[in-house]
Every structure is written in structure tokens, then in C-alpha cells.
């Protein structure tokens, strides 16, 4: 099991930016990808980035890219936020996978250890 805590959530205005953290503890070692995914009050939650630690490759959701980059490592994963928009208000997540798929990165079923989540809100 690898267990996760995130930081760094709060209010900020529209334009912006915050800088997520997630501590990673426990079987780090086995850990494929770690993700961040997000969710909105009434909404299903949402992919955000992921980034793989064979190769080192990272995606993102289209509705992030350009303005959120992750970073890190297996111990801790960082989301740095910048232009944030009203529509970014969520709970963000961090999320391990033991494996990683290039094809179901995006869904949360391929994730077996989340944190508890950290609340991000965007003022207009």
C-alpha cells in the first residue's frame, strides 16, 4: 500500500496560480504512475495529469494544458497550477497505480491508492 497526503489547496483569485504537494509513504517502490485528478461539487471526478516513472513521460487533460505542470518523484509529486479559472474549483486528488496503462491513464479505476484530497477554490 502507499499511502498519500495532499497539501497546498486555498482560495485564490482567477489568474492565479497554486502549487499542489502529495506525500507519498509506504511501497513507494511499487508504484507504476501516480496521477492527480480533480472533482467539482455534484460532478464525477476528473483526470488532470499523470506522470509515469518508466520514461518519465507526462500527460495532460486538454482543459489543463499549458497551464499546469507536474512534477517530482515517487516520494512526492507536486501540481503547480498557474491561470487558474472559476471552472478549476475542485477537490484535487493524488492517486498511485501499481501499473500503468497508456490507453485507461485517465481513469480512476486504474488507481489503487488516493489521497484524501485537497480543496482548491477560484474566486471570479
Known amino acids: 500500500q502507499v499511502q498519500l497526503v495532499e497539501s497546498g489547496g486555498g482560495l485564490v483569485q482567477a489568474g492565479g496560480s497554486l502549487r499542489l504537494s502529495c506525500a507519498a509513504s509506504?511501497?513507494?517502490?511499487?508504484?507504476?504512475?501516480m496521477a492527480w485528478f480533480r472533482q467539482g461539487s455534484g460532478e464525477e471526478r476528473e483526470f488532470v495529469a499523470v506522470?509515469?516513472?518508466?520514461?518519465?513521460s507526462t500527460y495532460y487533460a486538454d482543459s489543463v494544458k499549458g497551464r499546469f505542470t507536474m512534477s517530482g518523484d515517487k516520494n512526492t509529486v507536486y501540481l503547480q497550477m498557474n491561470s487558474l479559472k472559476p471552472e478549476d474549483t475542485a477537490v484535487y486528488y493524488c492517486?498511485?497505480?501499481?501499473?500503468?496503462?497508456?490507453?485507461?491513464?485517465?481513469?480512476?479505476?486504474?488507481?489503487?491508492?488516493w489521497g484524501q484530497g485537497t480543496q482548491v477554490t477560484v474566486s471570479s
Open positions: 492517486a498511485a497505480a501499481s501499473y500503468y496503462s497508456a490507453t485507461y491513464y485517465h481513469q480512476t479505476n486504474e488507481y489503487n491508492n
Open positions: 506522470m509515469r516513472w518508466s520514461g518519465g
Open positions: 509506504g511501497r513507494t517502490f511499487s508504484s507504476a504512475a
